[in-house]
């Protein structure tokens, strides 16, 4: 049995018999996977095999018509995606959702809008309360815009800002949540060689300094290789494979069906 990485054997997330259809397409069948506590675990596979539908079920944006998906042992199968987020699951999508006329600091606070307990009453009165709320949420978005180096666009608009930043903005806007399990679509897409080694160092040292767990979508074979403790395969909607990065790199149903071969049984 292959032994899993991660902080220990705690299972943070876990799917069973997950399954999702389109009218008469089946776009997820019977999944079965699990993330451990303190693991990077990369979901891998071909365009269409069903892995952004995974992470919209699990995030709340499409209900299963089977299966089930727990948080932390709770079932949070079809329940809204704010009570999800609110749970400790945060993500980024594939194509960037920012608010792109507000500014960046604005588009990070927004992260927060799951934690906030003020209501309209206290908002119209300014209140103590909700100022000091609102105090709490300014510090949250600087430390996060500090902490991945944009504290300078601060003031810029979300829309006037490099594509590259504008994904590290996302991200910020998830972690501002103050996530358990940060869920990623892509997270390197559009980045150059520099960002992509950037964005690899900064996601290891958020598993070591705070202790969460990722899962990531991503297509850049040197980052799921470079940062994975686990990698499942997905193909047609199946799972076809998983275990360790090196283990994937060289799984013989892994380089048909999705990444290639260079003619020697390797991952092109």
Not at 25 to 33: G, I, Q, R, S
Not at 60 to 82: C, L, M, N, Q, W
Not at 144 to 153: A, I, N, P, T, V
Not at 237 to 251: L, S
Request: aromatic share 6%.
């Amino acid at each position: 049995m292959t032994t899993r990485h991660g902080a220990g054997n705690q299972v943070v997330l876990e799917t069973r018999g997950l399954t999702k259809r389109f009218g008469g397409l089946v776009a997820v069948a019977d999944f079965d996977f699990n993330i451990h506590k303190g693991e990077i675990c990369s979901l891998i596979g071909p365009n269409g095999a069903g892995k952004t539908t995974v992470f919209n079920v699990v995030t709340g944006i499409y209900k299963p018509e089977a299966g089930s998906v727990s948080f932390k042992g709770r079932d949070i199968t079809g329940r809204k995606p704010h009570d999800i987020a609110a749970g400790g699951v945060a993500r980024t999508f594939q194509n960037i959702r920012l608010f792109k006329n507000m500014t960046c600091m604005e588009n990070v606070m927004a992260g927060q809008h799951c934690r906030i307990r003020s209501g309209i009453l206290s908002s119209l009165f300014r209140t103590a309360a909700q100022r000091s709320e609102e105090q709490r949420v300014r510090e949250i978005a600087e430390v996060r815009l500090r902490q991945m180096d944009l504290w300078r666009f601060r003031n810029e608009l979300a829309k006037n800002i490099a594509y590259g930043s504008q994904r590290m903005i996302e991200i910020a806007r998830a972690l501002a949540s103050v996530p358990s399990i940060l869920v990623l679509d892509e997270p390197s897409s559009g980045l150059n060689p520099r960002e992509t080694e950037n964005l690899m160092e900064f996601l290891k040292e958020l598993i070591v300094k705070e202790e969460l767990t990722i899962l990531l979508i991503e297509h850049d074979m040197n980052v799921v290789m470079g940062i994975s403790d686990w990698v499942t395969v997905m193909d047609e909607g199946c799972k076809i494979a998983e275990g360790r990065p090196e283990k994937i790199y060289n799984d013989p149903k892994v380089i048909e069906a999705y990444l290639g071969s260079d003619g020697n049984g390797q991952m092109a």
